[in-house]
């Protein structure tokens, strides 16, 4: 594991100090989920720190393209421009901080309008034309572009990053996109087929660690743990991302699948999770967006090639992913969180053993190290 945590510095809860080795250490202290001290310390050393998914180049196919987002609690927009780049600002008009856009869509000729007084912005963020400003002293429109935010772009999917100074994207996930281009061949000239939006009563993390784990995949998710082989075809983990690939027994239900056909899960720090089930040609990606300290936006965006949006195996994917996965995942992930709220508990145990199988849960202590060494960092740097 690559973190720069030092034993000393890990937090201590009721039945113990976490430790870096996942065989030894208590989990995470139930107060990491439900304090609303601690949560704003993630939003500002994590989710504004971090490389954040928000879409995909698809979303912006032409110049003045644009959609909007919230990432870190804050308001932004990626939009395309006339020389065909795609950027990403604050949404927030630099004269009095209206919001520019909504929603997503396409801009016409003049760009950017505020609608509030009607500045107006090129594309690619310089003030264009500010109303009555002829008489105001040494107003300078240089001075007043929207504020610009780092993009990297993976596989066709757009990641921000709001820390002007963080770390180049490549250095963290390095290799991850020729990993997703590996057994996704085209996977950046998908297309979105559907945006899912489900509303949880769970703490980000919650839902994330849920996803990070499969050992409760036998007992949660009876369908899927009886067509997944237990042995693990491959098992990448790199420093801000991990990569598993499985293989399928027949019976899928809903789908006609041949014994072997792959299956594929990533997961990209913090709150970036994937998966491409067999049967067609699918990349579904699911954001944990924090919404508080109790309550998680995730958003799950199934990616396919173009011309491949109504296939019936897609949608029978969709099914299956919407209807027994997801709401499997969503009750559980709701009761845990109230039960991280109870005085009747506080931390449990990371079940995992020396091979780091996949069917432990040795991802979920890489996911919380990752956590303590952000807010470690962070307190490292105020201090
Ligand atoms: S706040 Fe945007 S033009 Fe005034
Ligand atoms: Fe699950």
Known sequence: MNVSLKPGSLPEGERGRVSLDPLESPTLPSRYYIDEGIYRQEMEHIHRKSWCYVGHISDVPEAGSYFTDTVGEQPIVVVRGADDVIRCFYNVCSHRGHELLKGAGRLKAKGIVCPYHAWMYHLDGRLNVARLTENVRNFDKSQFSLKQINIAVAAGLIFLNLDPDCMPFEEGMRGFAENIEQFLPGAKDFIVAERLHYDIKANWKTVVDNFSEAYHIPIAHPQLSKVLEREMEELKAERRWTFNRFKSKEGFPGLELKRGSPYYAWQAWPNFCALSLPGSTNLIVLRMAPDGVSRCAERVDIYTPEGQTDNPKLH?????????????????????????????????????????????????????????????AGARFKA
Do not use: K, P
């Open 316 to 376: 029978a994917v969709r099914d299956l992913f919407m209807h027994m996965f997801n709401i499997e995942d969503i009750s559980i992930v709701e009761s845990v969180q109230r039960g991280l709220a109870s005085n009747g508990y506080d931390q449990g145990r990371y079940i995992c053993d020396a091979e780091d199988s996949w069917f432990t849960e040795y991802q979920l202590h890489w996911l919380h190290m990752q956590v303590l060494e952000a807010l470690e």
